[in-house]
Every structure is written in C-alpha cells, then in structure tokens.
C-alpha cells in the first residue's frame, strides 16, 4: 500500500459562518422567530449558532439554508473559500415507496 500523505486539515472558520448566516438572515429580513418557524430549527438553537455558543449540527445546518434558500454546499463553501458540489439527490432523497412507484410508471 503506497504512503498516505498526511496533510493537515483545516479547521474551519465557524466566525466567517457565523457571520453568513446572521448576514443573510438580515438580508431576508427575518427575525429569529421567523426562521425558526420556515426552518424547524428553534429559536434558541439559532441564536446559539449565530452568536457562537454552538456549532451548530449537520441536520442544522442543512435545515438552515433550506430556509435561507440556499444550498448546503454554498454554506460551507464560505467556510472553506471552496465551491463544492453536493447530489441534488442527496439533499432531496426519494423514499422507496415513491421510487417503487417513479419504477412503475416508468415500466
């Protein structure tokens, strides 16, 4: 097996998205009540992450730019300073229950 090359991993800056979110919250002009109801994040959780008290999780996050309408990759595209691309079916997962029937048509 060939050497892995150990580079390290940076460490985002969670200040930077921290300041994106707050920035486009203001820019929709939604209160934290408000995108606490378009997101199904609460209130409280919201102004931890915005304020830096939390991280914030992955469903979080992902809940959060759904509402902010913009893609989960462009968030942490922010933090990294790289764009990056994420599945259009990853973020929106067919059940298999509609697959089956999406099949079905389809035969």
Do not use: C, H
Not at 96 to 101: C, V
């Amino acid at each position: 097996m060939p050497p892995v090359d150990k580079k390290p991993i940076p460490f985002p800056d969670l200040d930077v998205l921290r300041r994106f979110l707050s920035s486009r919250r203001s820019a929709m002009n939604l209160t934290y009540d408000q995108l606490a109801e378009l997101s199904g994040v609460s209130r409280r959780a919201i102004v931890a992450v915005e304020t830096g008290k939390s991280p914030g999780s992955m469903e979080t996050w992902l809940r959060l730019s759904t509402a902010l309408e913009i893609g989960f990759d462009e968030i942490f595209s922010v933090v990294t300073g790289k764009v990056t691309t994420v599945r259009d079916d990853f973020l929106n997962p067919v059940s298999p229950k509609s697959a089956s029937k999406e099949d079905s048509a389809r035969a």
